[in-house]
């Protein structure tokens, strides 16, 4: 059975990812911290098939006492911290995690296990501001826009280089924004819903703002075709459905989908939101995958009108 070691398993996107991989009959470990049973809440289908191990990505030898003893085939590397917005106030934090902890994973794995794979998990916010309004390939400079994406594009270069210099056998996915949280509102597709199903005033700091969304089971779907391809390895791939909107539109979609009535306040953040500077915030950040569509086969399955209705009936049951 192939071993696979996810960091961030109790993340958004981690969790989807170890339910999956379960389910693929994968012998899955998952990297947490000391933390209580309540954050283990997202792997509540598979705890009784999951290892968890307890470690610390800010610390080397911890990761490879944790390598050493799993001896993955495949490391999943998703732990991070990801609020943009609060990375402003506090970036330090975003740099020993983020980058340091890639690092410590990178040697880790270097150090005790150099055949196996590593899928890093990048962000669309690498790409940062742009001279262009169109879709950015893997090959657009990197310009990150704040903190946390500065943290993440320095994980990025690092896992590159260490793929020439150490010949470490590594993916790099760039995803876009990913929606279908449950009881998670710090996010503005969640966030939007949660307020409109509630009947509540909506705010939308930046409405101009034209991003893409893409629904979680296209992104796990994405981790899993680079694990099956040989032809991922050494290469960095952007993750996107191609379906841009501005936040404007976004909101009037989820508007119509809840037939929401009430206000929507344009041009300001919700009382006490930590607000990520307008003034450098991208305006435009869409990604073209046309590479991973063509070279792994990766295609999006769940349109946005469609993910938007899973996610507005997943918030509409844990309400009732």
């Known amino acids: 059975m192939t071993n696979v070691l996810i960091t961030g398993c109790t993340g958004f996107v981690g969790s989807n990812l170890a339910i999956k991989l379960v389910e693929e009959g994968f012998n899955v470990y998952g990297l947490v911290r000391h933390i209580s049973r309540r954050e283990l809440a997202p792997l509540a289908l598979v705890l009784d098939r999951i290892h968890l191990t307890e ?19 495949f490391i999943l590397h998703l732990g991070a911290i990801t609020p943009v917005r609060l990375s402003f106030e506090d970036p330090y934090p975003y740099i020993s995690t983020n980058f340091g902890g890639t690092v410590n994973i990178v040697h880790a794995i270097v150090d005790e296990i150099p055949k196996a794979r590593l899928i890093l998990a990048s962000t669309a916010e690498v790409y940062g501001w742009q001279n262009t309004h169109k879709p950015m390939e893997e090959t657009e400079r990197l310009n990150p826009a704040s903190p946390y994406a500065v943290s993440k594009e320095a994980a990025d270069q690092y896992v590159r280089m260490a793929i020439r210099v150490y010949d470490l056998k590594a993916t790099i996915l760039r995803p876009n924004n990913t929606y279908g949280r449950r009881g998670e509102k710090g996010f503005i597709v969640e966030y939007l819903i949660d307020s409109m199903l509630k009947g509540e005033s909506c705010h939308i700091g930046a409405p101009e703002s034209v991003r893409d969304y893409m629904y979680i089971d296209d992104h796990v779907k994405a981790y899993l075709l680079a694990m099956e391809s040989e032809r991922a390895v050494g290469e960095a791939f952007n993750v996107s459905p191609g379906n841009p909107v501005t936040n404007r539109e976004l909101a009037s979609l989820i508007a119509g989908l809840t037939s929401f009535k009430g206000k929507i306040v344009y041009r300001s953040y919700p009382p006490g939101y930590p607000q990520r500077p307008a003034a450098w915030d991208p305006d435009y950040l869409v990604l073209d995958s046309t590479k991973i569509r063509k070279r792994l086969g990766w295609k999006p399955s769940v349109s946005l009108k469609e993910g938007l209705n899973r996610t507005i009936d997943a918030w509409k049951k844990q309400n009732t």
Do not use: A, E
Request: charged residues 15%; glycine residues 10%; hydrophobic residues 25%.
């Open 55 to 73: 470690g610390d990505l800010t610390q080397y030898h911890s990761m490879r006492s944790i390598i050493k003893g799993v001896q993955p085939q």
